[in-house]
């Protein structure tokens, strides 16, 4: 599945969004980062498989706007909260945005892995989520239905099959829950043409996980002007709540990150790592790292490597 605009309509208002999606899937020594983004203006939602990788937020880089909280399902691994007991999946918790995309010092953090880990991010406004937000509060309490419906979609990923079919059923479930609003579940927007055609030139570099792609090779794909694609940019990261204040800053950050879980892969070397996220030498990731606030990739590594977690 490649990233496309996707119009889904039923008779059953419950059922009817308008939504953008684009899949990418990166395989890396025995590693593998595969992923499905929806974007739709009320929530994003944001599908990731880590195979014999780690996600830690401790590491994680700070994003400059686009911050709102999540409910954050772990489907398939392992999870751990704050160094305490590592629990298996089949947990969800509502996080806030200081917990997740800008973790703050003194923020209450977590890590997944297995193998593979899989977790569905679905990102929605604080308004529109009815239920304690933090970790503090531990896993939110959610019925059979919204279980079911996750786990459709964490087949769908792992099949490389169309999930966006099976979000009208995790919303209307999640409501049925009382979790979020009920208006969620009746977005329905159609997309600007200039949206559009930004997603256009996006989507095949979302599909290749081109972290060090340049704004001159967007400029081609969507054969826009730098000022027109600037303006459309912050539009798009605007209406979608996309981290970031422009391409440069949305593609640091996402290098960033990418890059520190792949420090997580075993048998991995820091300049590999610098190589596969385009970095031009192990010195100028590091140099990235420092001015990210972020212990230099070795001693990341030696926090996330996969090796050495511990089993649920």
Known sequence: ????????????????????????????????????????????????????????????????????????????????????????????????DTEFECVEDGTQTFRTWGEPSIVLDLQLSAADIRAPIGLVHGPVELGEATWAAVHAMSAALVASGPVEPLIPVLLGALVSDGAIEPTVAHSLQPEPEQLVRLWNGLRPLYTSQATHASIFELKKLTGLSLRQLARDIKLLTRTFGLPGEGFRDTTKVMRLRTAVILLSSPGATATEVAQQVGYKSLEAMGRAFREAGLPAPSVVQQHVGFEAMPTG
């Open 1 to 96: 599945m490649i990233g496309r605009v996707v119009r889904y309509l039923q008779s059953d208002p419950l059922h009817s969004f308008a939504v953008l999606v684009a899949a990418s899937d990166r395989r890396f020594g025995p590693s593998r980062l595969c992923s499905i983004l929806v974007l739709e203006r009320r929530f994003r939602v944001h599908l990731v498989m880590r195979d014999q990788l780690v996600y830690d937020t401790r590491f994680a880089a700070r994003a400059k706007g686009g911050l709102v909280p999540r409910l954050y399902f772990v489907i398939r691994g392992n999870v751990q909260v704050a160094g305490g007991a590592v629990m298996t999946a089949g947990r969800a918790y509502i996080l806030a």
